[in-house]
């Protein structure tokens, strides 16, 4: 009979005199307070306490919210991939039913909306345990599926991706206590906002029922040795399950807060948000197999995190980084976990590297991590001279953006400004949050390509407060705020040329079909507009369908072989970019039905060749490398001292075969 020990972390403890755990959440520890001293000495606004709790603290709240909920879920040997999907839902219920309630007063809407998300949570939690606990099924397959489900109840429910918004003003602006309010601390000037005082509450309650509760021991029992926990009497299924309901009423709470924030709901948002999580959730030293864990750990592994944006923020170090360095430390806590019961497993510590040799290997690999984060900052940080300092808030998940960022950057160096590009995936979330990154940073001016036109409205809001400059760039953003100037292609007029192009060119009569993205945008709703108002002048002409998609040609494809068969008569395609207009050309050509016209957007090089070669019929030409040294260029103006007007467009003149040798795609 083996006398190897029937709990190894037991072993390991007994025989070292401290917890592999334990270690482990102190190596994160000892690496969160090295960026700390780090940040400190090269950044001098980094302990202001406007970044780190108005901004930092603030901006993790609701993330770190939810990571409470999916550390008891993790712990239960469970995972969870929909809480972004559960989140996006609960959102736009708790905006539909204010809305619906709004003519009893906020004392009936308020409670009433928030009890309404707190159902949905709860309900789309129990769905997802039920599934998991009772029915069987893997947890990965389970919330793989329900992520896709709730976003795509999200969707239903906004119209399409529509940004949602209480229709009553004063309802709206009362509501916003959630995210604004403050309780002053320390004197005048100090205060923690509400975003912190509820992540606090939550914090405490999970804590009291992780620790003090049987829910929470069965938690443990069940992550640790479910067939075990099953035979000492404990109801598994039922703990289970609850982990998950549990874990999607932390998302309603995280919901109210990111409705607060942007004063809308956006089916489309919060997309990545459960990587964040999950990733909080492994870094603080919750293991993916459960058992062990805690959520001082989990508090950790958010401060973490969110410390490494704001500081690649501080140091101008593009987002891409943090992924860079998020993947290494998940990386090498879970691999030291792995090694840890391995050894546990053959037999004892002796067989492995030892206490001293594990907590040489853990911290060195933290002090390996700051490292890595030091010599990032040191490469792209200069302190010698203060440069202006620009923050070009955008997206970049197309060549489009790409070059508006060359534009930008090159710009900048000409005329000695130092840019910092932001990317926000098209996330007004985390827009928001990156311009309290960039308030934080004390930068001169922001260029602001906004997400959605209506929640940034709070976005610049907050750097109209801060006294911070704005320049909004290539989208309008709605009233309600102040900015310096736009400049950028009128999307409207730019949709305006392509629409008249089709219109023409299928001679004002017959059936076409509308592709479009992300309708939720201020450029898509520009763009369908404007097709419609053309339209008003070619009678003749209907829309059969409107077909959306997700960006991918495959998918254009596949939707226009359908088309082609149910319409037999289609006349024309109006599509919200190039690239869908040529996929939708290509198998009409294919299908021998070449009569069928094709617009687009953009004048991408691969458009204007595509004209050139009769494939397509047209499309509007929009600039967007001049889109970005334009904002920077007004920008640098404006700190010259210049007065600038209220408007600066970057024309966008329509390309047919006619004139299509006479341009040059910038993407």
């Given amino acids: 009979m083996s006398d190897a020990p029937k709990n190894p972390s037991a072993a390991y403890q007994r025989n070292t005199g401290i917890s592999f755990r334990k270690l482990q959440q102190a190596s994160i520890l000892v690496l969160l307070v090295v960026l700390c001293l780090f940040a400190s000495f090269q950044s001098p606004t980094f302990f202001r306490w406007t970044n780190l709790v108005d901004n930092l603290l603030t901006n993790a709240a609701a993330v770190g919210v939810i990571a409470l909920g999916m550390t008891f879920v993790m712990i239960a040997g469970g995972f969870d991939l929909s809480v972004a999907s559960i989140t996006a839902v609960c959102s736009v219920v708790l905006v539909i039913v204010m809305d619906a309630l709004s003519g009893f007063g906020a004392a009936v809407a308020i409670p009433g909306a928030l009890l309404a998300t707190a159902a949905a949570g709860l309900a789309l939690g129990a769905i997802n345990g039920a599934l998991i606990a009772y029915v069987g099924v893997n947890p990965f397959v389970v919330t793989l599926s329900t992520m896709l489900v709730f976003r795509g109840i999200a969707l239903i ?231 202006r300092q620009i923050g070009f808030l955008m997206t970049l998940d197309h060549p489009y953006w790409q070059n508006m960022r060359l534009g930008a950057e090159d710009e900048g160096r000409k005329l000695g400004a130092e840019v910092t590009i932001l990317n926000a995936k098209e996330d007004p979330v985390l827009q928001i949050e990156q311009i309290q990154d960039a308030i934080a940073k004390q930068v001169d001016i922001v260029c602001l390509v906004p997400m959605k036109k209506e929640p940034l409205v709070r976005g610049v809001q907050l750097l109209n407060r801060a006294k911070i400059p704005v320049v909004i760039v290539n989208r309008e953003i709605a009233e309600g705020c102040d900015y310096l100037c736009y400049t950028g292609t009128d999307t409207y007029q730019g949709a305006l040329v392509s629409a008249r192009i089709l219109a023409e060119a299928i001679g004002g009569q017959g059936e076409i079909v509308e592709f479009h993205q992300q309708l939720g945008t201020g450029p898509e709703i520009a763009r369908s507009k404007a097709l419609r108002d053309v339209l008003e002048d070619y009678p003749g002409i209907a829309i059969v369908e409107r077909i959306p998609h997700k960006g991918e040609r495959d998918t254009v494809k596949t939707e226009m072989q359908t088309l082609l068969e149910k319409y037999p008569d289609l006349k024309g395609v109006y599509a919200h970019g190039d690239n869908f207009a040529i996929a939708a050309a290509q198998v009409c050509r294919k299908a021998g039905r070449a009569n069928v016209k094709a617009v687009g957007m953009g004048g991408s090089q691969e458009a204007i060749d595509a004209i050139k070669a009769g494939l397509l019929t047209g499309t509007s030409y929009q600039r967007p490398e001049e889109e970005g040294r334009s904002g920077v260029r007004l920008a640098v103006r404006y700190l010259n001292g210049e007065r600038l007007e209220k408007r600066y467009p970057v024309d966008c003149p329509p390309i047919t075969q006619d004139n299509a040798t006479e341009f040059k795609g910038q993407f």
């Fill in 157 to 387: 429910l906004t119209g399409g991706g529509q940004a949602m918004q209480v229709e009553d003003i004063p309802l709206r602006t009362q509501f916003n206590w959630v995210y604004d309010a403050q309780v002053p601390l320390f004197g005048a000037g100090h205060s923690i906002t509400m975003p912190i005082i509820i992540f606090i509450v939550v914090f405490l309650a999970g804590m009291y029922l992780l620790k003090y509760t049987r829910f929470g021991h069965y938690t443990y029992a069940i992550g640790g040795n479910e067939q075990a926990a099953r035979l000492a009497g404990v109801n598994t299924r039922l703990i289970k399950a609850a982990s998950y309901v549990l874990c999607g009423l932390t998302c309603a709470v995280a919901a109210a807060i990111f409705v607060a924030m942007t004063e809308t709901a956006q089916a489309e948002s919060h997309q990545g948000k459960e990587l964040d999580v999950i990733a909080s959730v492994i870094v603080g030293g919750t293991p993916l197999g459960g058992g062990s864990g805690g959520l001082n750990s989990t508090l950790i592994g958010v401060l973490l995190l969110r410390l490494i944006d704001n500081l690649l923020t501080q140091f101008s170090v593009g987002a891409e980084y943090r992924k860079v360095v998020t993947g290494l430390i998940i990386v090498v806590v879970v691999a030291i976990d792995v090694l840890v019961k391995r050894r546990s497993s053959r037999g004892g510590v002796r067989q492995g590297i030892g206490r001293r040799g594990k907590l040489g290997v853990v911290i060195g690999v933290a002090v390996l991590i700051a490292a890595l984060l030091v010599v990032a900052a040191m490469r792209f940080h200069a302190p010698a001279v203060r440069k």
